[in-house]
């Protein structure tokens, strides 16, 4: 296979995913000619070991390819989507508000990608959750304080920069203030450009001044600044992002395959109008395969050949990239498993976040675990959550019970008998269903307990006389801490 130095330097423009837990063939090729990137999935992994080996496979094809996942600790896992991660997450963190720990565990997180030889981190997230409805963000964020969110994704990146892995914040200039998820729809943020500079950007200008290494654009509008989705508007990238935030790193794109920015032509369209704003690597998402890649890479070809792009800002574009790997580890046989340190922080991040409305219940024995199950969205994916597994373990005389839209409160209650009430929730006040569930048991079971282990926004119902113990994430220490707190082994703050 020839491949000719254009080609080699389209190919450096992008970051692209393979199927399963071994590279197929075409796909080394690929990256021994130029490819510039691979991002891991939870598809591509399966244990410590195999990463491992797997990124050491693809450093046999190439050894400078840059390796990149989303790894943010809490809810977004890939290292750990079987089992839950260990690390605490991102509101979590936020809520305990002690930059120390939130450096700690993003330093133990960056430790398993350094020893498995994975260079960048898509994390941490810098947005402002300022809409309790937003579909996508919630406990992805450290909070709706923006000064807050400054303080704690500069201790982020400094853990992450300690444990020799490159950062890439996100998703700019801000996904907080939406209620639609972009990789369903377009999200428009419909505020003024002074908001925008006193709230969306406030730490995306804070990470850029204490050096963050890459950053990656979201898919929706700004219409105070740009017609164009940010992914793709020259305005956002190029005189806001580099000119007056003085941004030299790289700009990595959010996935072109999310129909935020593909509904228009696809992903080969939006790279070559994502590479023509100023973007440098394009995320290729979660599910291209080699007949895709080669058609993003034959789009950016015929732009270039019709002069929609230059062959100067797609070498531009392969150097800021290239340049993610410049300090990166190579593999040490295996990211560790959660050691101690990590353990304490996160564990302590759990604990110290915890809240409760009204007072928890004192001696709950023998309860009916009621999880209400909502459909988990595109980031997150189906990773393990809950404090079932925790509460069986100090009382193996409860019982869990599953719950969805369908679940009535009467076969709840009949499954139930005498036993007293736990009820898990996740963002109930965007599943009406949940609310309703907990509501209906409340009036026969007013004992009852509810775990949100999601985002805490406000009840909807403002005379709810049931105890909540609020946990900001449904990592596996949050579903620790709130078993604990059940058992009245920790305090959770008012």
Known sequence: MQT???DALIDRCL???????????????????????????????ASPDQVTELVTTLRSARPDVVVALDEEGGDVTRLHAAQGSPHA??????????????????????AELAAAGIDVDLAPCLDVNSDAGNPVIGVRSFGADPHLVARHGIAFIEGLHDA????????????????????????????????????????FEAAIAAGVDAVMPSHLLVPALDSAPATVSPRLLGEVLRGELGFAGAVVTDALDMRG?????????????????????????????????????????????????????????????????????????????????ATDASCAAARRA????????????????????????IAVGAVPWGPAADILA??????????????SAASVLATARERPLVVVTREAHRHPWQD????????????????????????????????????????RVNATAAAAALAGEVRAWR
């Open 15 to 45: 970051l692209a995913p393979f199927p399963g837990h071994i590279p197929p063939a075409w796909f080394l090729r690929r990256i021994e000619h130029g490819l510039g990137g691979v991002c891991l999935f939870a598809r591509n992994v």
């Open 4 to 6: 000719s130095s254009v």
């Open 164 to 203: 020799g892995v490159r950062a890439c914040v996100k998703h700019f200039p801000g996904h907080g203030d939406t209620t639609v998820d972009s990789h369903l729809e377009l999200p428009t943020i419909m505020v003024g450009a002074d908001v925008l500079w006193e709230r969306e950007l406030v730490p």
């Open 89 to 110: 997450g991102h509101a979590t963190l936020g809520a305990a508000d002690d930059v120390g720990l939130t450096r700690s565990v993003a330093h133990a997180i960056g």
């Open 394 to 407: 100090r009382d193996p005389s409860a019982e869990t019970l599953d719950a969805g839209p369908e679940t």
């Open 354 to 377: 915890l809240r409760v409305e009204g007072s928890l219940p004192a001696g709950l024995r023998a309860p009916l675990v009621v999880i209400c199950r909502p459909p988990a969205n």
């Open 261 to 341: 920015i593909a509904r228009d032509g696809g992903m080969p369209v939006a790279a070559v109008h994502a590479l023509a704003a100023g973007a440098d690597l394009c995320c290729l998402g979660a599910v291209a395969d080699a007949e895709d890649l080669s058609a993003v890479h034959h789009a950016i070809a015929g732009a270039l050949a019709a002069g929609r792009l230059t062959e100067d800002r797609l070498t531009e574009a392969a150097g800021r990239s290239a340049r993610l790997r410049a300090t990166a580890a190579r593999p040490t046989g295996g990211f560790p498993r959660a050691d101690t340190q």
């Open 436 to 475: 309703a569930l907990v509501a209906a048991l409340s009036r026969s079971r007013p004992g009852l307990v509810e775990v949100e282990m999601g985002w805490p926004a406000p009840r909807r119902n403002a005379d709810a006389g049931w105890p909540r113990l609020l946990t900001f994430g449904a990592a």
